[in-house]
């Protein structure tokens, strides 16, 4: 087993000796983390991009440091490809609305799936609905998997994006997202890779990856709110309209017209998200000094013990991938006979935090013939203790309400 034991105490909020497994909702911040963004606010703090003065030039300095940062992590060609959002949803809003607008019409179709979070689904309804193109959906298997024969039979050559997650926030299934850009850039799609829960699981290159558009957020990998990435190939880009006017965004503006700044500060209006961040570079600091090959290792031994354990627990029934082929660190479980959110009250009597819901993913739990469900996930401070007392906090469940 991969032990990353000796990070637990860069972790204070754990101390209380919780079993945390909702970080695929958002995850804790290490120290480092806390403290780069308190010793930059008491150093090096001003807003960027407009002062001729030193603090402002430092604080701009940092920004633009962190940018490099997200670049280099997930292999973008250029820093001028990292466009910082407030988040994966704003991330994607900017697509949908910013590059759907402009480019699909009545003939188009969206092509989206049954998996998705409603970040990648409720913004592309929404742009259907003003550009009259339609919106179709990929099944899932009854293994929980994208359903690849059915993509194919959908791929015409009216779809003009294809917009599909990195990794299910419900299944923990991964999707082959190069097999699926090069089958979409075959019929001339863009692609659009919800990686809100890949990129901070796994070893992400957006160069291997293949996708048009890549979004995550920062507070799911160890960075603080209020900050996410959209990285966009620079064509795909430049085919995209600001999603939103203001500040910091403009070349020039007159009364009645203005025109846009270089690519990503057009993409960046208003004050940025500055000692975010700076949050967010010390994350990706902290992520790599462990590395992802082995953060993703650690995700996948968990997760097999959690799958081995949960399935003799009377009663439980695994929504997701069986094996770890292409599966993340995501456990969604159904208990018979207990709703989700019972099933995560007792749990958190016993100190697990799991999440309990539908995870905003409505038409999922409709595929799945269920109101919802209870996800235990898992990042670098879990160990097999946390799913020792999962496991025997759901046996607890099971017998106050007679499951056999
Ligand atoms: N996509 C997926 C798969 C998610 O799990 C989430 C968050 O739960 C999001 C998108 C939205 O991320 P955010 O709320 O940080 O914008």
């Known amino acids: 087993m991969t032990d990353l034991s000796y990070l637990k105490d860069d972790f204070p909020v754990l101390d209380d000796g919780v079993h ?9 911040k290490p120290i480092p983390v806390l403290e780069a ?3 930059f606010a008491r150093t090096s703090y001003a807003n960027v991009h407009r002062g001729a003065y030193k603090l402002s030039v430092a604080s701009t300095d940092a920004y633009e440091a962190a940018r490099r940062r997200v670049a280099e992590f997930i292999g973008s060609s250029t820093d001028d490809e990292v466009v910082f959002t407030r988040g994966a ?10 590059w759907g607008l402009e480019n699909l019409g009545e003939d188009d179709i969206i092509l989206s799936t049954e ?12 742009v259907a609905k003003r550009t009259g193109a339609t919106l179709d959906h990929i099944p899932v298997t009854e293994d929980h998997r994208l359903d690849m024969d059915a993509y194919a039979e959908k791929l015409v050559p009216r779809v003009k994006v294809v917009a599909v997650t990195g990794m299910s926030n419900v299944l923990g299934t991964m999707p082959d997202i190069p097999t699926i850009a090069e089958m979409a850039h075959a019929v001339g799609a863009r692609v659009v890779v919800d990686a809100a829960q890949l990129v901070p699981h796994a070893p992400v290159d957006v160069q291997e990856l293949g996708a048009d558009f890549v979004a995550f957020s920062s507070h799911k990998m160890l960075g603080p709110t209020g900050i996410g990435v959209l990285w966009g190939r620079m064509d795909a880009l430049e085919e995209t309209e600001p999603f939103e006017g203001g500040g910091e965004m403009i070349s020039e503006v007159s009364l009645h017209d203005a025109t846009w700044a270089p690519i990503p500060h057009r993409f960046e209006a208003g004050t940025p998200p500055i000692i975010e961040a700076v949050g967010l570079h010390a994350a990706i600091d902290y992520l790599d000094s462990i590395g992802m090959e082995k953060i993703f290792q650690h995700d996948q031994e968990l997760t097999a013990i959690a799958l081995e354990r949960l399935g003799d627990v ?16 995501v456990v969604s479980m159904t208990m ?10 007792i749990l958190d009597e016993q100190n697990v935090a799991v999440r309990a819901g539908h995870h905003c993913a409505k038409p999922l739990m409709k595929c799945l013939g269920v109101a919802a469900t209870a996800r235990a996930s898992f990042y670098v401070y879990n160990e097999e203790a946390d799913i020792d007392a999962l496991v025997a906090g759901l046996r607890r469940a099971g017998e106050l309400f007679g499951v056999n």
């Open 20 to 28: 945390f497994l909702d970080s695929g909702a958002s995850s804790q």
């Open 37 to 39: 963004m308190d010793n």
């Open 89 to 98: 949803t704003t991330a994607l809003n900017t697509v949908a609305f910013g």
């Open 115 to 126: 998996m998705e979070h409603h970040a990648n689904l409720v913004p592309w309804q929404m």
């Open 314 to 329: 009377p009663g439980v029934t695994i929504q997701g991938p069986n094996d770890l082929d292409r599966r993340g660190g």
């Open 336 to 345: 018979d006979g207990i709703h989700a959110h019972d099933l995560a009250t």
